[in-house]
């Protein structure tokens, strides 16, 4: 079964305590994508990868890091969490065509207190 | 760049009536167009999607959008709503074209009641 998979899906941690949040497929795809979704502004993008090593700002990309050294996986990291990125976070991937869908992973629900 | 307006937020409608979700989207580029939609606790999922040809676009569970080009509009209709289909809504566009980033509009809370 096509997935993408998010650990995990909910995650309290407190101010400054560095955490990774993992995705990964098994599609196949080249493109893999961080989004992070708040009330009232939609999903916005964080950072995206076209393929392996190579990885790109978004739109929102302050505080945060990834890493592409494999195809599958796109762990995004929080070096020093703020009360800020309290969000939900999705990570979707697709092909490298962008007339391809997106899949999306079932979500994390950071709490930074 | 691209942009996108779902302009309303929430849009309340009782089951078996029909509903239109409304996308408005700027680009000076050509386009592609999608809607997504989020069930409670889940990622999003694809509804639908334009890229060319017939500017009617037909997707799962009933839903249909049509390509309006000079309005700048690809709107989201059902005929017939039910209870499952209590959802957000996204409207996204892309420009066309391997590189460009796909941007989501703020999405429209979809709720059906009996």
């Known amino acids: 079964e096509a997935q993408v998979t998010q650990n995990p899906r909910y995650l309290i941690t407190v101010t400054g305590k560095k955490l990774t949040v993992t995705c990964s497929q098994n599609?196949?795809?080249?493109?893999m994508s961080w989004y992070r979704q708040d009330p009232g502004l939609g999903l916005r993008q964080i950072y995206y990868?076209?393929?392996?090593?190579?990885?790109d700002k978004g739109d929102v990309p302050e505080g945060y890091k990834v890493s592409r050294k494999e195809k599958r996986n796109f762990p995004l990291i929080l070096e020093s969490p703020s009360p800020n990125q309290t969000s939900l976070y999705f990570c979707?991937?697709?092909?490298?065509?962008?007339?391809?869908?997106?899949?999306f992973g079932n979500g994390t629900r950071l709490t930074v207190t | 760049a691209q942009s996108v307006t779902q302009l309303d937020s929430q849009v309340p409608v009782f089951e078996e009536a029909p509903v239109e979700l409304r996308c408005n989207y700027s680009?000076?580029?050509?386009?592609?167009l999608f809607w997504y939609v989020q069930y409670p606790n889940q990622g999003l999922q694809l509804l639908l999607k334009?890229?060319?040809?017939?500017?009617l676009v037909k997707g799962i569970n009933g839903f249909e959008a049509e390509f309006n080009k000079s309005q700048t509009s690809f709107h989201l209709r059902k005929p017939s709503v039910h209870i499952s289909d209590t959802a957000e809504y996204f409207c996204?566009?892309?420009?066309?074209?391997?590189?460009?980033?796909?941007?989501f509009g703020t999405g429209t809370r979809l709720q059906v009641t009996l």
């Open positions: 996204a566009v892309s420009a066309t074209g391997t590189a460009s980033k796909l941007t």
């Open positions: 334009y890229l060319s040809g017939s500017t």
């Open positions: 979707a991937c697709r092909f490298v065509d962008n007339n391809s869908p997106l899949h």
């Open positions: 990868s076209m393929n392996v090593e190579v990885t």
């Open positions: 680009s000076s580029v050509s386009v592609y």
């Open positions: 599609m196949n795809h080249e493109y």
